[in-house]
């Protein structure tokens, strides 16, 4: 299983594999929307070793995390979000999801200097819980009353990417030195450590970390709105 | 000029335009019509009335005056400028960009109308006129960066690489001080301009100006990608292989940089003295990484003998250990090798019987994990029988059984056994057991669109779409399958469609197949917004990824797909119009008398339906527009059972919105050949027919399509109602010449076609033999028993497979065989799958 950033070509099976595991949906442009937004985000899990079918067999994608960062922070401080997480039921118990939001999370630090990540997800879903608060290291901000559409409350989950800041600069790694031109490296370095002892609770992960789940009210927002608000109205000539 | 207004009237005018901008539509047209009281002739604000109807969704009235407001003021921008809006919001670009560019001619200096061109100059890949119009918009404001980044844009798209660089370049000049360390669009923009180098073919000096930008840039990962490869193709091995090891430090499950650092360290998995190295590099990186999967995996793809079999074990009892569910479909790719097939088998099989030693390869291990270690090594076993390189159903039940007794709770248990149903052929026994897997666990989705999947397999569309509806928003317009829709669910759409095929309802099968056509045209104008978006937001190479991909986006298998089924229906209707009757029944077959009763009686009922559906319509059109529970208003749908495409006068041209795409975007797709082939046959084109079979032809000149299709073309030009155009048939004559123009009797094509049969009857393949006696019928007609009793002998070979037996009975259906002659097919079929839904008697 390939574990690499979201191109847009992917995103057809992206929703598949969505719409397969979840019941918060979205239309292809709501995927573009974050695609296009931050395209450094997104990642996705790719099973690379099925046999091909066709001359024109696209990336067969069994896991995703859609990540974004908020445009608007009620709190003023700049952080991501995921929009929606999900492994296929057949790739369970591989790390995949966490792997996937390892890679979204530094990307939203370095690329967009997130302070910390956030997420919604369903109280009933302890599997999900579990990856977050166990596994990733988030913690419960607050329960959301009533937030999915369903009436099921929500756990609003957030984790400071500040440890990871510090990690990457401490850990500034052998491996990265003298890739970057000038002696010394920048703000990069390995997570092969994080990786090593984050993870111990393999054994007790027969709850898996698949099907973890995304908003609902992002729903509304795909449904609704989608990309076309964001972009100028289609005004009428200089008429007025 | 506009037509001058009043003072009253003109401030009107402007709310006009506010209230249309603000969709406060019902005032805007109140507003209008206050002025057009006084001025009925005022073209703009006709045009203004006719933007407001649009979007309201009164297209033809929109369109009719729009025109009338064009009549009453020809030279107003303003009319040009909403007659070019009015013809983009039903897709016709073309017309789009002829209004605008008079609008343009009448006020050359509106950004406005300037933009919305420039923007469907993109659209449709004008890039010549995209230059101009960007180069127009840049002089007219050039402090704003992202009008040089359009302007480059356009030069990229466009294939000059050379002014796409030079005008980022000028930009980059004006710059007073460089930007700051977080200046996210300066960071994207500098690094588009690197890939720009690259793609213009300098790759020494895309190199170079990665080096100087690479420190500060904010996409680190992709930077590093970058260098790692330009290293590469710039044969500067020792620096790329430490670039490839920083980016494995990132992320190490990464094929793409593993083969970097293949490559960069001159290693070759072909060549035998690398194969130990190749072994210690990626030992290395396992050892560096408990949880890592790709290096553990990666060496059993290059390995052979025993070293796979050391590799294999220790990779198969690791993740077995660990239970692991993915464990089989992560290594099946193997089984192409049948070495490595045999010895994994070997493999497991032996731990099923050495399951005291509990699975860890030191065989020490507590309770706990020995059980699901012997868990596992079953479920591998069950899925491994069920694969088709290694299939034994019996074995494949046997394993599953004992794991659902074991655990009968177990939802991917149950699911293996409706799998191992489903290559039974029995679609019932499949369904039921899926289903029963989706009651064990309501709450998940996946369980419950595989049980959806199957149900429709089973031909039971009604029933799946109830068990979608556990999961989809029922509320919206069209309950469940409007939601679908809305969705893009394609997966169902398709097997919605395939399974009305099978049960022979033309006109729900090309419904769902012109729905998923329909989506595709949807995510082809969900580009649109973003020409201008991704300008603000900087995102260039991401962007421009977008548009390639967009270039290519039916080439996507869902497309192909719906395209191949829907193109056979077409071709079916064509053959036959009396299915668009509505027929599930094949007409054809009946006896003339027959025939006629059934039509009629096929009449009466279709009238009985439709008056039930116009009383139905009637009540719906009170309400006008379709309103859902969530107060979303949508189009109603005037033809939810497909009977209006299935009236479609010209089937032909109706595929050929498939059939194009397919032809153009999947070339390598062998079957779309063949169809374009007997689509361009029936349609008399027998120049582009030919295009096909030679494309074929050139894919695989085994297969069996090539061989009738050539035959066919033969027989075709052979028996020519009127001669062929003298060009036409000078190029036929130069280049098809296979079979040659002397075999111009259907005797010489039989000859031809037998000796194919005699060939093939020997190698012994289904395929082959089975198109042989197609392609026999097809010269005459008569030759019908004959075929039927060969065709039915084919079930005695020992290759054939259920799909191909399935794909006999179609064949039989084609050649309008008797009941009785598909009965015995059938019957002889069942002896051999036993309970294959296919073949059960009907």
């Known amino acids: 299983m390939d574990i690499r950033v979201l191109r847009p070509e992917d995103i057809p099976h992206v929703q598949l594999a969505n719409i397969t595991n979840l019941p918060e949906n979205y239309f292809c442009k709501y995927y573009l929307y974050h695609a296009m937004s931050w395209p450094q985000l997104s990642y996705v899990a790719v099973d690379v070793s099925r046999p091909p079918k066709t001359p024109y067999d696209p990336p067969k994608i069994v896991g995703y995390v859609l990540a974004k960062m908020e445009e608007e922070p009620t709190d003023g401080v700049a952080h991501g979000h995921i929009t929606s997480l999900s492994v296929m039921r057949t790739h369970r118990r591989l790390g995949l999801a966490e792997k996937l939001m ?126 076309g608000e964001l972009v100028e109205r289609s005004e009428v000539a200089g008429a007025a | 000029m506009p037509q001058p207004l009043p003072s009253k009237e003109s401030s009107l005018f402007r709310q006009v335009v506010k209230f249309y901008e603000s969709k406060q539509y019902k005032k805007g047209l109140k507003s209008a019509d206050q002025i057009l009281k006084k001025h009925p002739n005022h073209g703009d604000t006709q045009a203004m009335k006719a933007l407001i109807l649009n979007s309201q969704g009164h297209g033809e009235e929109a369109f009719a005056l729009g025109k009338l407001a064009l009549k009453n003021d020809m030279k107003s921008h303003v009319c040009w400028h909403v007659y070019g809006l009015l013809w983009r919001s039903v897709k016709n670009y073309e017309e789009a960009v002829k209004a605008y560019k008079f609008a343009l001619r009448i006020e050359p200096e509106s950004q406005n109308i300037l933009r919305d061109l420039a923007l469907l100059q993109c659209q449709i890949r004008d890039f010549e006129g995209y230059i101009e119009s960007r180069q127009k918009i840049l002089n007219a404001r050039p402090q704003l960066r992202q009008n040089w980044t359009g302007l480059a844009i356009a030069y990229h798209l466009a294939g000059n690489y050379k002014q796409a660089e030079h005008i980022l370049v000028t930009y980059e000049e004006t710059l007073k001080q460089a930007p700051s360390k977080t200046d996210l669009e300066h960071s994207e923009a500098v690094l588009y301009k690197n890939t720009i180098i690259a793609e213009s073919g300098d790759t020494e000096r895309a190199l170079n100006h990665l080096q100087e930008i690479m420190k500060a840039n904010l996409d680190k990962t992709a930077v590093l990608e970058l260098k790692a490869k330009y290293l590469l193709q710039l044969d500067r091995k020792e620096e790329a292989a430490k670039t490839y090891r920083a980016l494995l430090a990132r992320n190490s499950e990464y094929r793409v940089y593993y083969n970097g650092l293949e490559k960069a360290l001159d290693l070759d998995r072909s060549n035998d003295e690398s194969i130990p190295k190749l072994q210690a590099l990626y030992e290395e990186f396992a050892s560096k990484n408990e949880r890592n999967d790709a290096a553990r995996r990666i060496p059993l793809d290059f390995l052979k003998g025993d070293a796979f079999k050391t590799a294999a074990d220790q990779y198969l009892r690791r993740k077995l250990n660990k239970g692991v569910p993915s464990t089989f ?194 995510w082809q104008e969900d580009q649109f917004d973003f020409h201008s978006f991704s300008l603000r937001k900087g995102q260039i190479r991401a962007y421009i990824d977008m548009i390639r991909w967009q270039d290519h986006l039916r080439d996507h298998p869902f497309f192909t797909r719906a395209a191949l089924s829907a ?92 059939l194009t795409p397919l032809l153009e975007l999947s070339p390598r797709h062998i079957e779309g050949q063949d169809l374009g082939f007997q689509v361009h046959l029936r349609r008399g084109k027998p120049l582009l027919a030919l295009k096909c079979l030679q494309a074929a032809k050139q894919l695989d ?142």
């Open chain 2, 329 to 522: 479909p992560n290594i099946k790719a193997l089984y192409a090798d049948a070495e490595k097939k045999a010895i994994i088998e070997d493999l497991v099989l032996g731990y099923a019987s050495e399951k005291s030693l509990n699975g860890s390869a030191e065989g020490k291990a507590h309770e706990e994990t020995s059980s699901q270690f012997e868990d596992s090594v079953l479920y591998f076993l069950a899925q491994h029988y069920t694969y088709v390189r290694s299939r034994n159903l019996e074995k494949a039940m046997e394993y599953i059984e004992r794991l659902i007794e074991k655990n009968p709770k177990s939802v991917d248990y149950n699911q293996i056994k409706a799998r191992i149903w489903k290559h039974y052929g029995d679609t019932q026994k499949a369904a039921d057991t899926i289903n029963h897997a989706r009651e064990l666990d309501l709450k998940d989705r996946y369980i419950n669109t595989k049980c959806a999947k199957y149900q429709l397999r089973n031909n039971e569309n009604e029933k799946a779409l109830d068990t979608m509806s556990k999961f989809t928003r029922n509320e919206t317009v069209g309950g469940p399958l409007g939601d679908l829709h809305d969705m893009q669910c394609m997966w169902y759409l398709l097997e919605d469609g395939e399974a009305y095929m099978r049960q022979n309802n033309i006109g729900l099968a090309l419904k769902r197949f012109t729905a998923v056509a329909d989506i595709f045209e949807v």
């Open chain 2, 701 to 842: 000149p085994t297969h069996p399509s090539v061989h009738e299709n050539a035959i066919l073309l033969r027989h075709h030009l052979n028996n020519l109602k009127e001669p062929l155009p003298t060009p036409v048939a000078e190029s036929l004559k130069e280049s098809f010449t296979e079979p040659p123009s002397s075999a111009s009797s259907t005797s010489a094509l039989q000859t031809l076609n037998d000796d194919f049969i005699k060939t093939h009857a020997s190698s012994g393949s289904v395929a082959h033999l089975q198109t042989a006696y197609d392609t026999r019928y097809r010269l005459d007609a008569a030759t019908k028993s004959q075929n039927e009793d060969d065709l039915l002998k084919t079930l005695d070979l020992d290759a054939i497979s259920l799909k191909e037996a399935a794909d006999g009975l179609e064949l039989l259906k084609g050649w309008k065989s008797d009941a009785k002659v598909l009965d015995k097919y059938r019957e002889k079929a069942a002896a051999k799958w036993e309970v294959a839904t296919v073949f059960a008697k009907e």
């Open chain 2, 567 to 658: 193109i056979k229906l077409y071709m079916r209707l064509y053959d036959n119009p009396d299915l668009a009757k509505g027929s599930s029944v094949d007409l054809a077959n009946l006896e003339p008398a027959e025939r006629k009763k059934a039509l009629k009686k096929i009449q009466k009922e279709q009238e009985k339906v439709k008056k039930a559906e116009a009383d139905r319509k009637a009540a719906a059109a009170a309400k006008a527009t379709a309103k859902g529970d969530d107060g979303e208003v949508k189009k109603e749908d005037t033809d939810p059972k497909g009977e209006k495409l299935l009236e479609t006068k010209e089937p032909l041209e109706v595929a050929m919105r498939f």
């Open chain 1, 102 to 227: 390892r890679q979204s999370q530094r990307a939203m630090l370095q690329t967009f200097s997130a302070h910390y990540v956030s997420l919604h997800v369903r109280v009933s879903n302890t599997a999900a819980l579990h990856l977050y608060r166990d596994t990733l290291g988030f913690t419960v901000d607050k329960i959301e009353a009533s937030y999915y559409a369903d009436n099921e409350d929500a756990y609003s989950m957030r984790m400071e990417l500040s440890n990871l800041k510090d990690e990457l600069r401490e850990l500034e790694n052998a491996a990265e030195d003298g890739v970057w031109g000038a002696a010394g490296g920048g703000v990069v370095g390995s997570e092969g450590k994080d990786e090593g002892d984050a993870v111990g609770s393999e054994g007790q992960k027969a709850a898996d970390e698949g099907g973890a789940g995304a908003d609902l009210r992002k729903v509304k927002v795909g449904r609704g709105l989608g990309v």
